[in-house]
């Protein structure tokens, strides 16, 4: 059964359509991600989720209940937002406790009995009558997090929320994440801009492009099965080079350069290539098959070296053991798995 069907929504702003006609199902359980770039309408469809936006058109359902118009108290939802939205006048426990006093959830004691296993599912425990101001970001999620889980919502909202924090606060909240996932199997959904937050948290990826489903499909296949230009592009930056497909079989580059394909790869035409950097290898000049290219710029990453080349008239970049060490200007060669290779329609 669904805990969330989307059907055909669409949203407008005055004359500036920002969704067109969604339709989406979310499994009960399932942690699915809304990914995409700013202004996709990733936020907008969450919010529609929420409540907190109308629809222009089409219908939302949690658990078989239709709630396109109903407020967000009524919708059994919980939702993070980016800016955590705490109230410092309050200590830590009557934060999280505030939601189940607005709408009237028990008794004072079992009020507080939800606060206390909240506060402990994110190990904030020990904190409950700290002051929001004596908390550090970190904490401060923490707390935001254990409100929004505190009453058991049949369906919970993240609002990237993992944005305002550092890279190790946000690696480690990420794992927290999933933890408390698997510990509670809430219904999840998980607004991002950022595609390894998408692709290490989620059951499920919905890649979102100009208010349009583009792809979804769990983490592995839409990162290594990618369907369009934009999400080959987007997922994992990957190099799109324009190529003829010709007996052999064989991609023709703009150069004359011939790439060896798959003997089951008979589609012929103008195609384009979709190589990815981590499957491109740097190997010595005299390997055969290999394809020639030129180093344009190289940059120190600590453990790797990512190179910027020139390949067919295209910009092109690959990620290296920093044991691999050529120097900009260089020509060097290029080598790719078969099964590596994709092609996608011109």
Avoid: W
């Avoid at 499994?27 to 202004?39: D, H, I, K, T």
């Avoid at 607005?102 to 507080?112: A, H, L, Y």
């Avoid at 794992?175 to 509670?184: A, T």
């Amino acid at each position: 059964m669904s805990d969330l069907t989307l059907r055909q929504i669409e949203k407008s702003f005055g004359r500036t359509k920002v969704l067109h006609g969604i339709d989406l199902d979310i499994r009960s359980g399932e942690f699915v991600s809304l990914l995409g770039a700013s202004g996709c309408g990733k936020t907008t469809l969450l919010r529609i989720i929420a409540g907190l936006e109308s629809v222009s058109g089409g219908s939302v359902s949690i658990a078989g209940r239709d709630v396109t118009e109903l407020p967000p108290e009524k919708r059994d939802i919980a939702m993070m937002f980016q800016s955590y939205a705490l109230l410092p006048h309050l200590t830590v426990a009557e934060n999280v406790r505030f939601p189940l006093r607005m709408r009237r959830r028990g008794s004072r004691e079992e009020q507080v009995a939800q606060v206390e296993k909240a506060l402990e599912t994110v190990q904030l425990g020990h904190l409950g009558d700290r002051m929001i101001r004596q908390l550090s970001g970190g904490q401060q999620q923490r707390v935001a997090l254990a409100r929004a889980i505190v009453s058991g919502p049949q369906v919970l909202l993240l609002d990237e929320p993992l944005s305002n924090l550092d890279a190790r606060l946000r690696e480690e909240m990420q794992v927290e994440l999933m933890e408390i996932h698997n510990q509670l199997g809430l219904t999840t959904i998980f607004v991002t801009h950022d595609q390894e937050e998408a692709l290490s948290l989620s059951d499920r990826v919905v890649l979102l492009n100009n208010g349009r489903i583009e792809q979804q499909g769990s983490p592995h296949a839409i990162y290594s099965a990618p369907e369009t230009g934009f999400a080959s592009s987007f997922l994992g930056a990957a190099n799109l080079l324009p190529v003829a497909v010709e007996d052999g079989p064989v991609a023709r580059l703009a150069d004359g350069q011939e790439l060896a394909l798959r003997d089951e790869e008979t589609q012929r035409g103008d195609r384009m290539l979709l190589l990815r950097q981590e499957d491109l290898k740097i190997v010595p000049a005299t390997t055969a098959g290999a394809l020639r290219a030129r180093v344009a710029i190289r940059v120190y990453l600590g453990a790797r070296y990512r190179y910027m080349l020139d390949l067919a008239g295209q910009r092109i970049s690959l990620t290296a053991p920093n044991s691999v060490h050529v120097e900009p200007g260089e020509d060097v060669d290029l080598t790719i798995a078969p099964d590596r290779i994709r092609l996608l329609a011109r």
